[in-house]
């Protein structure tokens, strides 16, 4: 990883444009929407270091003159700086921006490739729904309930696995946040114990030939446990944080333990699955999948 994403709050928080021209406007559109309080600077005013105080950050754009005497006017005033079309000046980069409100993607190339970074946005764009920041805005708005009902972290994914796929968030991607809110109360209400599972899923690789349901699989799982030659490409597609388990400790009994107790378990293989820990797992009383890459083609 060559840059650290990462995203700041704007509520409350000044963000500074200095200069004039349509690279100036561009990124004033960024913040359209935003509860960012926008300033913006021309001429001689851009070098003055109390102009930037308090801001989060400021972009510059001009000539060689002007960007050097603001970038060094807002850094004095220990504001982070991006000048537009000029890297090697910039404390951050601007990444390509996917806006559902609550819910915010970025895409970046540290500064290379902007036009790639664009081209990927498009495509990922048309898979993020446009609801998806008022799921977001519901979750939140319910996260004080959720934790004391759920104090157990492993718990709590689980329920909120099950309430992104159910009516609650199907309500709010609609619109009807307050019948969203109510189902995902009523949800609340009856919860149970979280229902754990065990994924079986071919790592050798390619990653592409995995089907989506291994992917997803993946992206949610508690604990993985991979053989030493999976394909590093197909280990990225796993959480970060999710639990490691070697091969040698991943026996039939020690999956079926960790299902039982509400975990969502991965067992990534690179060969065909063992005849006889699949008889073990099909004899316990948790779910159970094999997932196979799909066919070439």
């Known amino acids: 990883m060559d840059a650290f994403p990462a995203f700041f709050p704007l509520e409350g928080r000044r963000v500074v444009i200095a200069g004039t021209g349509e690279a100036a406007e561009a990124k ?20 003055l270091v109390g102009a930037y105080g308090g801001a989060l950050m400021a972009f510059i754009t001009g000539d060689d003159l002007f960007v050097q005497a603001a970038a060094g006017a807002a850094r004095a005033a220990r504001v982070l700086v991006n000048v537009v079309d000029r890297p090697e000046l910039c404390d951050f980069n601007t990444p390509a921006v996917i806006d559902r409100g609550a819910v915010v993607a970025a895409i970046g190339t540290t500064g290379a490739a902007p036009m790639l970074a664009a081209l990927l946005r498009n495509d ?58 109510a189902l995902l109360r009523a949800a609340l209400d009856r919860r149970g114990a979280p229902v754990g599972r065990i994924a079986i899923v071919a790592g050798r690789g390619p990653a592409d030939l995995l ?22 490409a197909v280990l990225a597609l796993a959480r970060r944080d999710a639990g490691r388990l070697s091969p040698d400790d991943a026996g039939a009994e020690a999956l079926v333990a960790l299902a039982r107790a509400g975990r969502q378990v991965v067992r990534l293989i690179t060969r065909a699955p063992d005849a006889a820990m699949l008889k073990a797992l099909a004899g ?12 070439a083609g």
């Open 28 to 47: 004033a559109r960024l913040f359209d929407g935003s509860p960012a309080q926008l300033v913006r600077l021309e001429g001689p005013q851009a070098f």
């Open 211 to 232: 089907t989506l349901r291994a992917a997803r699989a993946l992206a949610e799982a508690d604990v993985l446990a991979a053989d030493a030659d999976v394909d590093p």
């Open 124 to 181: 990922i764009e048309a898979r993020v729904p446009a609801g998806a920041g008022r799921v977001a805005v519901l979750l939140k708005r319910m996260q004080a309930e959720v934790r004391e009902a759920y104090p157990d972290l492993v718990a709590r994914r689980a329920f909120l696995r099950a309430a992104l796929s159910g009516e609650a968030a199907e309500a709010a991607m609609a619109g009807d946040m307050e019948r969203g809110e």
């Open 284 to 295: 316990a009383d948790v779910a159970v999948e094999v997932m196979l890459a799909a066919p």
